[in-house]
């Protein structure tokens, strides 16, 4: 993700924010979980630009049975495709 604002003061970029707030640090953190890398370039007046690098192994794991079952209900109701 890329923008060409203000940029990011780099002090903010390795502190802990508001209370309930997480941040880049949260990001840093999600990211390391799914054994990828999160990337921040930014300077002054500048922009920012946010690199997420996750693992094609990590990225394209199926997802459990029971999640596919409640986002077709959720997003098909009584309307939900039966599976072949």
Not at 43 to 72: C, D, F, K, M, Q
């Amino acid at each position: 993700m890329r923008d060409d604002g203000k940029g990011i003061d780099p002090a903010f970029l390795h502190k802990e924010g508001r209370a309930g707030h997480y941040g880049i640090p949260g990001m840093r953190e999600r990211a390391k979980l799914l054994e990828g890398t999160l990337t921040v370039w930014t300077a002054p007046n500048s922009g920012t630009e946010v690199e997420l690098s996750i693992p094609a192994s990590r990225a394209y794991v199926a997802a459990p049975s029971v999640l596919r079952g409640w986002l077709a209900r959720k997003l098909f109701g009584s309307r939900m495709p039966i599976e072949s």
